[in-house]
């Protein structure tokens, strides 16, 4: 059974980084997409920011400038790097594999991780 690992959550006061990573639990065969959503009480979880194996990124506008992801599409893993984080930042973060291969044979499907809660405070 595959399943996504997330780490490094955390407290964190404004202005500070943090840096997010996840991966398969096990070798898989390919990921289309990875990325991070973020979801705080009450409200929808929206997207953060996404990258293809080709490259292609996306960002939400409220991070451009902030955050970088990045991928090592060998070891099937990406990082969100943020830096320069606000109050407004803070929720739980859960990667997300999209068309993720586990063997070269079998269909594509979706993949969520468990989620990590990140807080911006002083």
């Known amino acids: 059974q595959v399943r996504l690992v997330e780490s490094g959550g955390g407290l964190v006061q404004p202005g500070g980084s943090l840096t997010l990573a996840c991966r398969p639990s096990?070798?898989?065969?390919?990921?289309?997409?990875m990325g991070w959503y973020r979801q705080v009480p009450g409200k929808q979880r929206e997207l953060v920011a996404f990258?293809?194996?080709?490259?292609?990124?996306t960002y939400a506008d409220s991070v451009k400038g902030r955050f970088t992801i990045s991928r090592d599409n060998a070891k099937s893993t990406a990082s969100l790097q943020m830096n320069n984080m606000k109050p407004e930042d803070t929720g739980v973060y859960y990667c997300?594999?999209?068309?993720?291969?586990?063997?070269?044979?079998?269909?594509?499907?979706?993949?969520w991780g468990p989620g990590t809660q990140v807080t911006v405070s002083s």
């Open positions: 990258k293809s194996k080709g490259g292609n990124t």
């Open positions: 096990e070798a898989i065969f390919s990921i289309f997409a």
């Open positions: 997300h594999a999209e068309g993720l291969l586990i063997r070269s044979a079998d269909e594509e499907h979706d993949y």
